[in-house]
C-alpha cells in the first residue's frame, strides 16, 4: 500500500498500512477471543456427540449462528457500523453462545 501510495498519489484505491491496521485490529483481537471459546468447544461437542444427543447439539448450533446472523444483518439497523469491529464482535458472541448453550446441554 505504502508503495501504491508513492506512485500514484492522491488515489484513494488502496488504503493506507496504518489505515488498514487501525480497521483490523478489533477483528483480529475479538477473533484471537474466540480461540478459547472454539476448544472449549470441541471438548464438549465431543462429549455431547458422544452420547449421542444430536438434538442438543443442533439447538446449540442454530442458537450460535442465529446470533452471528442477528448481529451481522440487525446491527447496522440499530446503528451499530457495518465494519470488521462489527464481524469480528459477531464471531466473538457467536462462540460464547455456542459455549454456553453446550454447557447448559451437559449440565441439564
Known amino acids: 500500500a505504502d508503495r501504491h501510495q508513492t506512485d500514484f498519489p492522491g488515489c484513494g484505491l488502496v488504503p493506507s498500512?496504518?489505515?488498514?491496521v487501525l480497521e483490523a485490529r478489533?477483528?483480529?483481537v475479538l477473533r484471537s477471543w474466540t480461540w478459547p471459546f472454539a476448544f472449549i468447544a470441541l471438548v464438549l461437542t465431543g462429549l455431547i456427540l458422544g452420547?449421542?444427543?444430536l438434538g442438543l447439539w443442533g439447538v446449540a448450533l442454530i442458537a450460535s449462528q442465529a446470533t452471528l446472523g442477528v448481529i451481522w444483518?440487525?446491527?447496522p439497523k440499530v446503528g451499530l457500523p457495518l465494519d470488521l469491529s462489527l464481524l469480528g464482535w459477531a464471531y466473538f458472541l457467536s462462540a460464547v453462545v455456542f459455549v454456553g448453550a453446550l454447557s447448559l446441554c451437559v449440565v441439564c
Open 17 to 20: 498500512a496504518e489505515t488498514m
Open 26 to 28: 478489533s477483528y483480529w
Open 51 to 53: 452420547s449421542k444427543e
Open 73 to 75: 444483518f440487525f446491527g
